[in-house]
């Protein structure tokens, strides 16, 4: 059973930019939530994606936006980099009926210089 | 507005003693609660559960209590072993329209010592 996975592990961009971070959902999951952990605080939900569609966000503005793929991988998109999107994106899976414990994937940290 | 608190940053437990983690959290609607561990340059690896209608669940060397009245859990691990420390991070779900949101304390760093 092959794990949830996240790409790349490092990035660094300036102010401004823009950036898109992958995630590969745990065999099987249809469900795929992303959170922003800054240093020092635990992880914050972003989104949530369920079959393709976003069925639930937290408190981030419209410049985080994201997608997610018939085969339930996903993308997270940043537009307009600031400062203080700099912290460790992580990408979790899960099955949308069932168990409620979450698969994450390592992360990937995002510097924003 | 923290809804899961975690008020202890970090605890050091000498091996083969108890470690006890405590977990506050504020919303009545939360029906799902849950422990994570984290190691460095790792994503949280899911621990123990507990669902609102139980007060207790025990998988091995992990306890989970839940208080409902006081809003409170707590992980019992016992005995402790030196590869226990990590970040533990307690987490509580609930139905916010439709969907299933996680909500995340800030974490205790565990330590623990042979």
């Known amino acids: 059973e092959t794990g949830v996975t996240q790409s790349p592990t490092h990035l660094i961009k300036t102010r401004g930019q823009q950036v898109t971070l992958r995630c590969s959902s745990q065999?099987?999951?249809?469900?795929v939530s992303w959170y922003q952990q800054a240093l020092g605080q635990g992880p914050q939900f972003i989104f949530q994606y369920y079959r393709e569609e976003e069925n639930g966000r937290g408190n981030f503005p419209p410049r985080f936006s994201g997608l997610q793929f018939p085969n339930y991988s996903s993308e997270l998109n940043v537009n307009a980099l600031e400062l203080d999107d700099s912290a460790l994106y992580l990408c979790a899976s899960s099955l949308a009926s069932g168990r409620k414990e979450q698969y994450f994937g390592p992360g990937t940290r995002l510097t924003v210089t | 507005d923290q809804q899961v608190k975690q008020n202890s940053p970090s605890l050091s437990v000498q091996e083969g003693r108890i470690s006890i983690l405590n977990c506050d959290y504020t919303n009545s609607m939360f029906d799902y609660f849950l422990w994570y561990k984290k190691y460095p340059a790792e994503g949280p690896t899911f621990l123990i559960s507990?669902?609102?209608?139980?007060d207790k669940n025990e998988d091995g060397r992990f306890t989970v209590f839940l208080n409902k009245s006081a809003k409170h859990l707590s992980l019992h691990i016992v005995p402790s072993q030196p590869g226990d420390s990590a970040v533990y991070f307690c987490a509580a779900s609930g139905d916010s329209g439709g969907y299933q949101k996680v909500t995340f304390g800030t974490g205790t760093k565990l330590q623990v010592i042979p």
């Open positions: 065999s099987g999951h249809n469900t």
């Open positions: 507990i669902s609102s209608i139980k």
